[in-house]
T-cell receptor, first 116, second 112 residues
């Protein structure tokens, strides 16, 4: 009964070759996030959606784009991956409504991206 | 924006001892403080959280304390076991927003 699913779990791409990472959720949560986590570092928020409203972090490079076609799915597009983009990419969700579980984030298993 | 500082960056304890990890935050509007445990190659998992209307919360061997005046919160693990070895992240968030600001993490090693 996986709740936040990420595909693929491992992705290898070439320098400059566009890549798309996928996240889906069965929780019916309003908010979906994409984080980048490099080795031995904290997760770094790239952007999040509240429903269809897109919220970009100020320091997220233009190379990173996102799409959320419906409540369940969210995609991370890296237009021209560089060596520095190799990392674990984590998707997370938040119920986004009031109540006991407001603010709690549920993480997916991550996609490890390698750039050759 | 919010700045979350976490100390120490590494912590080594013997099995059965206690471990304490401390975090400070800068945004007085922050009112939600979760702690995540991340094992190597795995997702961060929420282990305990506290809201600003509570000073302390306990769940078996894990407890979190919050001092709003001083803007710091701490994770306490008692009777540590080797399976507690992992990286622990603190975070802070505003009630009105949905972003978590993470500390840099503490690598905890529990030796038998």
């Amino acid at each position: 009964d996986a709740m936040v699913i990420q595909n693929p779990r491992y992705q290898v791409t070439q320098f400059g070759k566009p890549v798309t990472l996928s996240c889906s959720q069965t929780l019916n949560h309003n908010v979906m996030y994409w984080y980048q986590q490099k080795s031995s570092q904290a997760p770094k928020l790239l952007f999040h959606y509240y429903d269809k409203d897109f919220n970009n972090e100020a320091d997220t490079p233009d190379n990173f784009q996102s799409r959320r076609p419906n409540t369940s799915f969210c995609f991370l597009d890296i237009r021209s991956p560089g060596l520095g983009d190799a990392a674990m990419y984590l998707c997370a969700t938040n119920i986004g409504r009031g109540g006991r579980f407001k603010n709690e984030q549920f993480f997916g298993p991550g996609t490890r991206l390698t750039v050759l | 924006g919010e700045n979350v500082e976490q100390h120490p960056s590494t912590l080594s304890v013997q099995e059965g001892d206690s471990a304490v990890i401390k975090c400070t935050y800068s945004d007085s509007a922050s009112n939600y403080f979760p702690w995540y445990k991340q094992e190597l190659g795995k997702r961060p998992q929420l282990i305990i959280d506290i809201r600003s209307n509570v000073g302390e919360k306990k769940d078996q061997r894990i407890a979190v304390t919050l001092n709003k005046t001083a803007k710091h919160f701490s994770l306490h693990i008692t009777e540590t076991q080797p399976e507690d070895s992992a990286v622990y992240f603190c975070a802070a968030s505003r009630n009105s927003g949905y972003a978590l600001n993470f500390g840099k993490g503490t690598s905890l090693l529990v030796t038998p």
